[in-house]
């Protein structure tokens, strides 16, 4: 049978690419530098891929794939008219950057404005990759692609379909004439509810094209778009089957046309755990039914960039994984590795389903009771949670790593940060304190590492965008806490004050969504057992005299499921497990949660049902309509709308500050109203994050008398 992958990560074995890119934009090494060693990576690539029947190419990106797309299109803003690719991925008035679909990989969202179309087209990114390749003696090169309906779907202000689609079809010409044969056109899109019609009579414009086109999707199943898709006339479509099983019954409803290719995605190309043999035997037989050998090719469900490179050189993993080396050889048919079926631990299973969920009261009756405890001004100010993590204080994590200190000696030294910053909170005036989770390297990982059921890998790092790359834990079974978490450094820090400090947790929807899980367990139970886990640390802090705790949930929207009809179940449970964490506390207690960078204006709905006593939300990006539509859908809990970006190093004055407070107070009761920034302060320099802090501060006491009027 035949065999594909969609494309391959990027960074390299060593993360050659995050370094070789820091390194050039910090000018220590030169352009053509930085291109050998991009050659180097692909050449690496290509190898491992020898034995398949098609190598991805044009998959490599320095930066980002959309970005890419956006300069072989033309589609480059008036700002960066003679700017470079850099500028553009980076600058000061860089593309924005959002969320690929429901994974943690970031792409530069295209702009077009009145450049577009006079901006010419640059083919040369692909077609550098293409020569290299042949240059490599690729056995059988397919070019990648974005497809031009995500490419419009995705990008802002789209205009002029028909053009892009004729400088498709340019592409497509320019890339015929090297002598390649195939092209692999992803249109991942078509795998949302997304309505398509406007842009799938422009398709006619490709297939004219000399090369042999696969219409690649992938994350889900392809829905109604199924029937268009399969009479396009094409010469393959590649469908994702782990993702989107429904795409099985797609094939059987509608039947598989003759003499295409199907890219069968039966490898899950997104999560670290190997294949099952039999299941994926048990798949190729069914579509073998339906599909002659000599169509179908057995593949990843998508591109393996979203894993990392290998296992090999792990020492701390248990049996069971897989990385892109290895689910290559799962894709050959060669190496199917052990499949370790999850051990259940009975009394976190019996916990779960005895749990009997506790329902708060009402808003209004909890509200009063915070206000006679807690005794806060109008526009309470508070932060999000970190303050900066500076050089010194990674460093003091390495020497306890590497056990040249103490854990005592550690611990009494994050305690002088917390005690530094509590002491100059309250000398600023702050009205709701933070501990400044010095202690904590990640909000995902801080809490895996003490939680059971997480495993870590070593090297097993993903690109997130750039030259950013993480390593999410893995959930590899079922998770429990052993003991509290986050006690110690709360308490200290409220045993400083009689301001009250905010309690600091990850959310498990959070936990969840930025963790590799486990597919033989589901996602629910997952995101329960956490929540259960995290119950126990919020009644801990209460137990000791904790007064607000505040469960962040900035990723709830990004596990969001893209069929329409599968999102509502995954909200629901999204919402139940939150309240799981944090509904058995007493009314006085105040829960806050915290949201960020993501399109929560499409679940506001769900935000509210998450009754949170007080929601901080970024708002200096990009959500304008933010503040109408929580008036709109008649959100009363309180809310703090951030007042300034914390991704920027400008300080915002006293006056820009009161400005944007009064902004929101045209639109919201001050009584309804926080005033905080718009996330953590952990990426900020020591005097950015004071100075902008004490000006918040400053401008909220002076806005306060007239608010209150
Ligand atoms: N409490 C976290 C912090 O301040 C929240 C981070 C986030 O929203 N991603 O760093
Ligand atoms: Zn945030």
Known sequence: MKTSIQGYPRLGKKRELKFALENYWDSKITLSELCDISKQIQSDNWNTQSKLSFQPVGDFSLYDKMLDMAVLLGVIPERFAKADYFEMARGAQALEMTKWFNTNYHYLIPEFDSNFPKHPVDHSVILSQIAWAKQCQVKNPVAVLMGPMTFLALSRGAQQPEIIFERYADLLNAIAKTGIDWVQIDEPILATSQNLDALKGYYAKLTG????????????????????????????????????????????????????????????????????????????????????????????????????????????????????????????????????????????????????????????????????????????????????????IRALRHKLIQKEITPENYDQQIQQYIQDWVRWQEQIGMDVLVHGEFERNDMVEYFAQQLQGFVFTQQGWVQSYGSRAYRAPIVYSDVSRPKSMTVKESVFAQSLTSKPVKGMLTGPVTMLNWSFVRPDLSREQVCKQIALALRDEVLDLEKHGIKMIQVDEPALREGLPLQQDKQQAYLDWAVEAFHWTVNEVQDKTQIHTHMCYSDFENIIEDIRKLDADVLSIEFARSHTQLLELLRDKHYTNAVGPGVYDVHSPAIPSVDDLKKQISKLLDKLPAKQLWVNPDCGLKTRKTDEARQALAHMVEAAREVRPVAIS
């Open 209 to 392: 094209s000399p090369l042999k086109i696969i219409i690649q999707t992938y994350f889900d199943h392809v829905g109604e778009h199924y029937t268009w898709l399969r009479d396009l006339p094409v010469e393959g479509i590649g469908l994702d089957f782990i993702y989107g099983p429904e795409n099985f019954d797609l094939i059987t409803q509608h039947g598989f046309p003759h003499h295409k290719l199907l890219f069968a995605g039966l490898i899950d190309g997104r999560n670290v755990f190997a294949a099952s043999k039999t299941e994926v035997e048990q798949c190729t037989r069914f579509l073998l039914e339906h599909i002659p050998e000599q169509q179908l090719v057995l593949s990843t469900s998508c591109s393996l960039l979203h894993v990392p490179l290998t296992i090999k050189g792990e020492t701390h993993l248990p049996p069971g994984l897989a990385f892109a080396e290895e689910k290559i050889r799962e894709v050959l048919g060669i190496q199917f590795h052990t499949e370790v079926a999850t051990k259940p631990n009975p009394a976190v299973r019996q916990r779960i389903a005895n749990h009997k969920p506790v329902e708060r009261s009402p808003y209004v009756k909890r509200s009063e009771i915070q206000q006679a405890h807690l005794n806060l001004p109008t526009l309470p100010t508070t932060s999000i949670g970190s303050f900066p993590q500076t050089q010194e």
